[in-house]
């Protein structure tokens, strides 16, 4: 069993940035494909950004490319999603995920075995 814990989010005014982290209790992510989703207020859940277990290859939505990055440390006990260039449509409920997995990426969260419990991420304007 793979627990997961984000953290980061919080209250930014648009144009800010802010860095959200995913840790896995009690293990690393070496095996793992971990991809961010997220869901704002009266919407679907939906793909942000993904990585592979090697962090070699990474996939984002069209709406966060070129402002949000993915990575994870080296030991990858802790994945990443630095947002940049906030805007208020990016205000939602981020969630952390992981799926045992060796080469690839996922963009679709049914993909995924593993969930965070989600971190909150205002951005006001």
């Known amino acids: 069993q793979v627990q997961l814990v984000e953290s980061g989010g919080g209250l930014v005014q648009a144009g800010g940035s802010l860095r959200l982290s995913c840790a896995a209790s009690?293990?690393?992510?070496?095996?793992?494909?971990v991809g961010w989703f997220r869901r704002a207020p009266g919407k679907e859940r939906e793909f942000v950004a993904a990585i592979s277990s090697s962090g070699r290859s990474t996939s984002y939505a069209d709406s966060v490319k070129g402002r949000f990055t993915i990575s994870s440390d080296n030991g990858k006990i802790t994945a990443y999603l630095q947002m940049d260039s906030l805007s208020p449509e990016d205000t939602a409920v981020y969630y952390c995920?992981?799926?045992?997995?060796?080469?690839?990426?996922?963009?679709?969260?049914?993909?995924?075995?593993?969930w965070g419990q989600g971190t909150q991420v205002t951005v006001s304007s």
């Open positions: 009690g293990r690393t992510f070496s095996n793992y494909a």
């Open positions: 995920a992981a799926k045992r997995a060796y080469f690839s990426v996922y963009q679709n969260s049914q993909s995924y075995d593993y």
